[in-house]
């Protein structure tokens, strides 16, 4: 252990900080890579091919325990159906397991076939309804398959133009296909129904906002929540309000991390807004420790959502994960005595110093010290740019599975 930790670990244990807990945590916090997340994407415009890039579900898996293998935090990887869609899920499974991972939530894919260009769940057509209800049921069954117990909608239905639709009867159609998906869910499964404002759709989108999605989820029952996408929200959006309020209710089940400058950007989480992905933490440490909501906050899942369009795919993701960890950390180190403290007394400079402090706390030496005992090394960046991995799959050459 370097002098530099010891230093640093005395400096905070005279703030009265336990160490010994902060340790602990942080080597029990998982998140969960997506498999598009390693293969080509793009924008609107231009999907940017990348040499390396993984040419099918197993070489996405061998890719995601690359970054597992370097955080020590990333076992378990989201699969997007039928972007890896495999006739075998017991090989990806088994395979998976030889390399230290397990599959993840199961995404359904309700928003690139030809017959969703007006809506898939909220289609006025009977017959693409039922399509849809079918591949959503499909995903249900491959997660049994591979001993996933989430499934992640994401549902891109929406409008263009005011009349195009009517919102009511949307809305009913689907309340009709989610109670029948949710009636399908095993006993351990969960159903996360995201939300997002805007975007395929621009006048409006069938699940717009965090409200919707929780009462979609909560008229169909404790299996359904809600998942909150960081890029999902109009500007200004206080999100660690909204988590708050979901934790209290019992209602939130998980995260798609990345991070947005003006919209659904998908940029490297914590690249632009650090800030509020410590304050989003602060909200859910301080939930994990309030006997009330407790049980919630522990079964959150915590999941990357990113397809990096110029950013070389490992690194970006080991980036991702990394950020994610130093948030996590210096969300650790907020004196909840203290603040509450501050809080009952009105005292808005000391609540909002106390907050800030641990935000401005350098966390490296605490994170390589639980790396070095939890058996990696320091610097998981740096350890796999020298492990020679990403030149070793350039023989993949260009044309590896990304979006469809």
């Known amino acids: 252990m370097s ?3 010891k230093l640093w670990e005395k400096k905070q244990q005279d703030k009265g ?12 916090f998982k998140v969960e890579t997506p498999s598009w997340g390693y293969g080509d994407s793009g924008t609107r415009f231009k999907t940017f091919k990348q040499v390396g890039v993984p040419r099918n579900l197993f070489e996405k898996l061998e890719d995601a325990a690359q970054v597992n293998k370097y955080t020590g935090m990333c076992p378990t990887v989201a699969i997007h159906i039928p972007w890896d869609k495999v006739d075998d899920y017991g090989k ?8 230290g991972l397990k599959i993840g939530a199961v995404n359904p894919n309700l928003f690139q076939d030809d017959d969703y260009k007006f809506g898939s769940l909220t289609n006025v057509k009977p017959d693409i ?3 849809a209800t079918e591949h959503m049921l ?6 049994k398959e591979v001993d996933s117990n989430i499934i992640s909608l994401w549902l891109a239905d929406g409008t263009n133009y005011p009349g195009q639709g009517d919102f009511r009867m949307r809305k ?10 949710y009636d399908a869910l095993g006993d351990n499964m969960r159903l996360l129904i995201e939300y997002k404002c805007f ?16 009462t979609f989820s909560s008229k169909l029952g404790p299996k359904a929540q809600v998942l909150v996408d960081l890029g999902h929200h109009l500007q200004g959006t206080n999100v660690e309000h909204i988590v708050a309020f979901l934790l209290d209710e019992g209602k939130i089940g998980g995260f798609h991390f990345n991070n947005r400058k003006y919209a659904d950007d998908d940029l490297i989480v914590g690249s632009i807004n650090p800030y509020e992905l410590f304050l989003i933490f602060n909200e859910l440490i301080t939930a994990s420790l309030d006997e009330s909501t ?16 110029i950013e070389p795919k490992i690194p970006a993701m080991i980036r991702s994960v990394l950020n994610i960890q130093t948030a996590y950390a210096k969300a650790l180190l907020v004196n909840r005595n203290e603040l509450k403290q501050a809080q009952e007394a009105d005292d808005v400079m000391a609540a909002e110093a106390i907050v800030r402090e641990a935000f401005e706390t350098d966390v490296q030496p605490l994170l390589e010290a639980v790396r070095e005992e939890m058996g990696l090394q320091p610097d998981p960046m740096a350890t796999y740019i020298k492990s020679g991995y990403g030149e070793k799959i350039l023989s993949r050459g260009i044309g590896g599975k990304g979006w469809e």
């Open 92 to 99: 990806v499974k088994e395979y998976a397991a030889q390399l």
């Open 3 to 5: 002098d530099e930790y």
């Open 199 to 214: 975007e395929p759709a621009f006048y409006h989108t069938d699940i717009a906002d965090w409200g919707m999605s929780y």
């Open 172 to 181: 009913h159609y689907l309340e009709q296909c989610l109670k029948e998906v």
């Open 129 to 131: 309804r039922r399509k």
């Open 17 to 28: 900080v336990n160490i010994g807990w902060v340790k602990e945590r942080l080597k029990s």
């Open 138 to 143: 499909e995903c249900i069954d491959i997660a």
């Open 294 to 309: 407790a049980q919630t906050a522990a079964n959150i899942a915590y999941m990357i959502d990113q397809s990096h369009c």
